[in-house]
């Protein structure tokens, strides 16, 4: 999806842009996805971080799905997370 900012939301005053995002959720809108692949790139400089995706939203937000790049274990077998989201909103 191209970095345009019209096709995110983001919450107020906490992104500068698409390619400059800090500590929140940015919203693709107006998109439905089928099964298949998610190509992120992602960037820090930071000590840790962690990088996710969350899809699969249910519409009042109870239940999705989430997998979370954990930066700072870059090369270790758990770096990459996995977890449901079960009627926790």
Known sequence: MPRCRTR????PTRCT??????PGPAILKDVTL???VI????????DRG???LQFRI???G????WVYLRAHKSGYPDAMRYTP????G
């Open 58 to 60: 249910a519409d009042d």
């Open 39 to 46: 190509d992120v790139d992602v960037a820090t400089t930071a």
């Open 62 to 65: 109870a239940n999705a799905e």
């Open 17 to 22: 842009g698409v390619s400059k995002a800090r």
């Open 34 to 36: 089928r099964d298949g």
């Open 8 to 11: 995110w939301r983001f919450p």
């Open 50 to 52: 962690f990088f996710g």
């Open 85 to 88: 989201i079960l009627n926790t």
